[in-house]
């Protein structure tokens, strides 16, 4: 990352007259727009940018240069599971043949594919522990949202009107949005001191709603990073009062080789592709969130979906000849949910997963959760003097700190993540969980070295120190980086989300 | 060790040392024994680097997966885009970054979000575009649920039956579950009934009206005087539009939509079996705070610099949770790059040359196919851009599985006769005429012997 | 130190009413300003909407946090505050001074539910 800013916009570099394109001119010309009725044509050309190839080229090679990635740097950022990006899955989904794939073009010319499509879907089962797999979810939230689709599907099915889900009050924000987008009320469900569900809490909303209750949304390990110890009592209540368990896999990576949601009792959840198998994030997406559910619960999932079929022939000349290959099913049978995408999911994303199974195989799958669990309880117990550890005991995959151990400097959680900027570390997730004012949020995942690591715990202590020898420099912070803090109130107040809107306001 | 595993066995009995554990499976001390996973995987052993390129080179050959030339699109079309987008995408510091919310470190997604923004809208003639939703069904899908959010008294959502169906599907989807009537107005003559249309918006209760241009079929509607009638019953008008046309076609805005959305992957993003492609979002600045999704905003620092931030965050689900105007967290960041920099590169008149050259094959391309006396119009006269259906009298799966022995993807077949058939400026004269020689020497009988 | 005055109403969820004959101005107390922070947008019903007392007739965004506005009686909009639209940052500047809804009240009994300056005073300091 360079540290001073370039500053400038495509639209600021364009100049009429230039491109940065050429097209074939040989064509035939008898057609042209212009025959189109005036009142369907827009007035005015777009004005798009006009620029030469190499400016384009310098221009997002130097705005790359103000943007940190995992590349650059360890990325603690807890809850997103920052992991490396193995350059060879961009390889893979690079290749011509896929790319070219038309999404409606016939199964006979696409197997190899539809192969790594389906093998997908099978070895997500296996790791989960569950019966079946869509990939048609773009992402993790789209991918809640499918999932509590299937369990209303579920109870529809049954005639049976429930329309509550129990939420823990440690949850990532999405599964309450998400239930409400999907019509459910959420009904929130306390934590103890230890930072786990509270059972006696749990005990009295299920008595409260009973059958009102659809489902219940659970993490584990929670956003705490720490093991829902009794979730086999939890997912017993809910069950018992006839509602789903939905697993939310925001945190799966912890589990890897240890244990899988199926086998805690859990009947649909959900992968995020881009954190436990390592597909980049790629400043915000495409993720990919497939949806997994617990036999008896597939016919509920959506359409279309890849299959592997066996197809006999009657030939004449060659008698009944066999054909095994998968296709892809649109029958929109009575009972699949519906549809949630244009076609069948994020194709180019499943293949960066994929081949990241394949590399990693059985053999080496089964160690990243317990070296993800090394990583952040190491972590945790150097830095437990300097900052305050609310909740003692084992954590898994992430550790949540509540801001610095001496409160006394008025240093905050915020200056403390600003302070890594200028030290070369992206900051880790802050102000997440809810459950602490100052919550500070670390997972450094399996790919993360010891000295990485020290390193890094060498700085915080650093920051720790400076927060009590020079508090202002660290309020102040970063100092270091390609702009400082931003006046975050003006940008909300009078808005300016356009470069033509920006014209005018200047 | 295994090379994304750095740990030594030394490194290892330092941290378990020092993380006070005896090994790495003190650490899941408290999963209860009954939920522990105790066997192997059942999953391939590992592939070695060369061994991984090998499967996907045996996956990809010919005979397993096999791109053909594309004349089909509904909804995914086979693009041009200059060889440096991908190039550049490519870079580390876009690819393994996530969503910039520390801003100090993170300009370079914030000032390329903010230029997507602007040419989407730009390219809809919208205030404010988002930046990016997941896909053209889920925008559709959102859109759908804005206008229920927005209406104070409303029983449903209105949508055009031309809408392609797939999209339709996840509309629909989308409201039985969030709680809302989708009502279909239905088509006449391929496109949107306005008698029928007139009718439903006299009974009144309607939070908004979802159309296509051009529509699923190709043609390009005159949708002159709806949104007038929408906005008189108090509802919105969301036209869901495809981007790469709107070089010539009239804008959403110009057509008085409030809400503009679409596919994006038109904007030359690779087909790759449908996804990942970009959902676009824009509205009107009134409907601004209703919009769902990330949104880019200018500011200044605390040096005075120009810099540009996530804002209107508190619309969202980390802050609103079940209140939030949705539950989308992420959007499709690179996509939304793929095509910032492909608009840069193309610009005005290179999105306007493609539009061109789309039209005049596609053109080309139907009165060639009238020409074999095979084909009759669907909907004659109905003006279309680059899509178009065409009315086979025979066989149409036998055509259809000569064309693709021959190397071709002659279509989508849309109806028991009907075929609709997408040129974009990709199909060179030669192509076309080469898929218009297959299907004038099919002999149906042959094919069937 | 937040403010509090006399001769206003407040609600659990802070906004306060200052009754005048039939009709009742609503805002938010200066307590929850200060909770606030920064106020960069308020969402206002239409004049001639309803609201009922208990339900949610709006909302005060900040740049990190939103907070429904609850409507302390039942009755009729007459009038929105529109210098908010421009200046939300007026509810910092004086969270009194600038009420957000003016209603026509329609059951003054409501009132009798709310808390006086003590109370609520008693209440912020719990």
Wanted: hydrophobic share 40%.
């Amino acid at each position: 990352m360079n540290r001073t800013l370039y500053g400038n916009l495509i639209f600021e570099l364009s100049k009429k007259g230039r491109k940065g394109y050429s097209l074939p001119q040989d064509y035939d010309r008898t057609h042209t727009t212009a025959e189109l009725p005036a009142t369907l044509r827009r007035k005015e050309a777009a004005r798009l940018p006009e620029c030469d190839e190499l400016t384009v080229v310098r221009h997002y090679t130097n705005l790359s240069h103000n943007n940190f990635g995992v590349n650059d740097g360890f990325y603690p950022l807890g809850s997103c599971t920052m992991k490396y990006n193995p350059v060879i899955n961009e390889e893979i989904a690079g290749l011509k043949a896929f790319a070219g794939l038309h999404p409606l073009q016939p199964a006979v010319t696409c197997q190899g594919a539809l192969e790594v499509y389906y093998n997908l879907q099978v070895s997500l089962a296996e790791l989960a522990g569950l019966s079946e797999f869509t990939l048609n979810p773009c992402a993790g939230a789209h991918g809640e949202l499918t999932g509590l689709m299937v369990i209303r599907a579920y109870h529809e099915s049954r005639n049976d009107v429930r329309t509550k889900v129990l939420i823990p009050d440690s949850a990532h924000g999405t599964n309450p949005a998400s239930a409400a987008v999907c019509g459910l009320e959420v009904v929130e469900v306390k934590s103890n001191a230890n930072g786990t569900v509270d059972l006696e809490d749990l005990k009295r909303l299920i008595e409260l709603e009973g059958p009102n209750i659809a489902a219940m949304m659970m993490t584990n390990p929670n956003t705490l990073g720490i093991f829902e110890p009794r979730v086999l009592e939890i997912t017993e209540m809910v069950h018992k009062a006839g509602g789903l368990m939905y697993y939310d896999g925001a945190n799966l990576n912890a589990l890897l080789g240890e244990c899988r949601p199926g086998d805690m009792g859990f009947d649909v959840m959900h992968i995020n592709l881009h954190k436990t198998f390592s597909t980049p994030h790629g400043g915000g997406g495409p993720g990919s969130g497939p949806v997994g559910v617990r036999k008896g619960l597939e016919k509920f999932l959506p359409t279309p979906r890849v299959k592997k079929v066996v197809v006999n022939y009657d030939l004449p000349e060659d008698g009944p000849t066999e054909w095994e290959g998968f296709i892809v099913d649109w029958g929109q049978s009575e009972s699949s949910l519906g549809s949630v995408g244009n076609f069948f999911g994020n194709f180019g994303v499943m293949l960066k997963a994929y081949a990241y199974i394949l590399s990693l195989g059985s053999e080496n799958i089964k160690h990243v959760g317990q070296l993800a669990t090394l990583n952040a309880n190491y972590i945790k117990e150097r830095l437990k003097g300097d900052y305050l550890l609310p909740i003692k005991g084992l954590c898994k995959h992430e550790v949540v700190f509540d801001g610095l151990a001496d409160k006394s400097t008025g240093v905050t959680t915020m200056d403390v993540a600003k302070r890594l900027l200028d030290y070369g570390y992206h900051a880790p997730t802050i102000y997440f969980p809810l459950l602490f004012h100052e919550s500070l949020m670390i997972e450094p995942t399996e790919n993360e070295s010891k000295e990485t690591i020290d390193a890094f715990i060498d700085v915080m202590h650093k920051i720790a120190e400076e927060a009590k020898t020079d508090p202002e420099m660290v309020k102040t912070a970063p100092h270091n980086t390609p702009i400082g803090r931003v006046d975050d109130v003006l940008a909300a107040k009078q808005p300016v989300t356009t470069y033509w809107k920006s014209k005018q306001s200047s | 060790m295994y090379k994304y595993f750095p740990h030594t066995e030394e490194d290892l009995q330092e941290m378990l040392k020092a993380a006070g554990a005896k090994s790495v499976h003190d650490f899941f001390d408290d999963v209860p024994e009954a939920t522990r996973f105790k066997r192997e995987y059942e999953l391939p052993e590992a592939l070695s680097e060369t061994d991984l390129r090998l499967f996907f080179e045996q996956l990809t050959a010919p005979a397993n997966t096999q791109p053909l030339i594309c004349f089909a699109g509904a909804g995914c079309y086979d693009h041009y885009a200059p060889s440096i987008v991908q190039n550049l995408i490519q870079r580390s510091e876009y690819l393994t970054s996530y969503t910039p919310y520390q801003a100090e470190i993170s300009q370079g997604t914030l000032h390329y979000i903010f230029e997507y923004q602007s040419m989407i809208a730009e390219l809809t003639g919208m205030d404010i575009a988002n930046a990016s939703m997941y896909d053209g069904a889920t925008a559709t899908a959102e859109a759908a649920m804005m206008a229920w959010g927005n209406a104070k008294k409303a029983n449903c959502v209105l949508m055009s039956e031309t809408v392609d169906p797939k999209v339709r599907r996840v509309v629909e989807t989308y409201a039985h579950f969030h709680g809302f009537p989708i009502k279909l107005v239905p088509a006449e003559g391929g496109v949107l009934d306005r008698k029928a249309l007139d009718k439903a918006l006299a009974e009144g209760g309607v939070a908004g009206l979802i159309v296509q241009q051009p529509n699923y079929f190709g043609i390009v509607e005159d949708y002159t005087g709806i949104s007038d009638a929408v906005h008189e019953q108090k509802g919105i008008f969301i036209v869901n539009a495809n981007p790469s046309d709107l070089a010539i076609l009239k804008t959403p805005a110009e057509w008085g939509a409030d809400v503009a959305v679409g596919e994006g992957q038109s904007l030359g993003i690779p087909m790759t079996f449908g996804g990942p492609g970009v959902g676009y979002m824009a509205c009107t600045e009134k409907l601004m705070r209703k919009l769902p999704g990330r949104i880019v905003g200018q500011t200044l620092d605390n040096r005075g610099q120009r810099a540009f931030v996530l804002t209107l965050q508190a619309r969202e689900q980390h802050i609103r949770r079940q209140k939030a105007t949705s539950n989308i967290c992420s959007n499709q960041s690179l996509m939304a790059l793929y095509v910032t920099i492909y608009l840069s590169l193309m610009g005005k008149e290179g999105l306007r040359e493609v539009a061109e050259m789309s039209y005049a094959g596609a053109h080309s391309l139907r009165d060639k196919l009238i020409a074999t006396g095979k084909f009759k119009d669907t909907f004659p006269g109905q003006p279309f851009f680059n899509e178009f259906c065409v009315d086979y009298e025979g066989d149409l799966d036998a055509l259809l599985d000569e064309c693709t022995a021959s190397g071709y993807l002659a279509g989508v077949k849309v109806g028991e006769k009907t075929l609709m058939l997408a040129v974009t400026e990709q199909r060179s004269t030669e192509e076309i005429d080469e898929l218009v020689e297959i299907i004038q020497q099919f002999k149906e009988e042959e094919a069937k012997a | 130190m937040a403010k509090f005055e006399e001769g206003l109403r407040y609600s659990e969820s802070h906004e306060y009413i200052r009754v005048e004959g039939e009709y009742g101005y609503i805002g938010i107390s200066d307590y929850a300003q200060h909770e606030l922070g920064n106020v960069v947008y308020v969402d206002m019903p239409e004049v001639d909407d309803e609201v009922t007392a208990g339900e949610e007739f709006g909302a005060v965004e900040s740049v990190k946090a939103a907070s429904d506005l609850i409507s302390p009686v039942s009755g009729t909009v007459v009038e929105v505050n529109e210098a908010l639209e421009d200046k939300p940052e007026l509810l910092n500047e004086d969270a009194f001074a600038n009420w957000i809804i003016k209603v026509q009240l329609s059951d003054p009994s409501e009132l009798d539910d709310l808390m006086d300056k003590a109370a609520y005073e008693a209440f912020c300091a719990e």
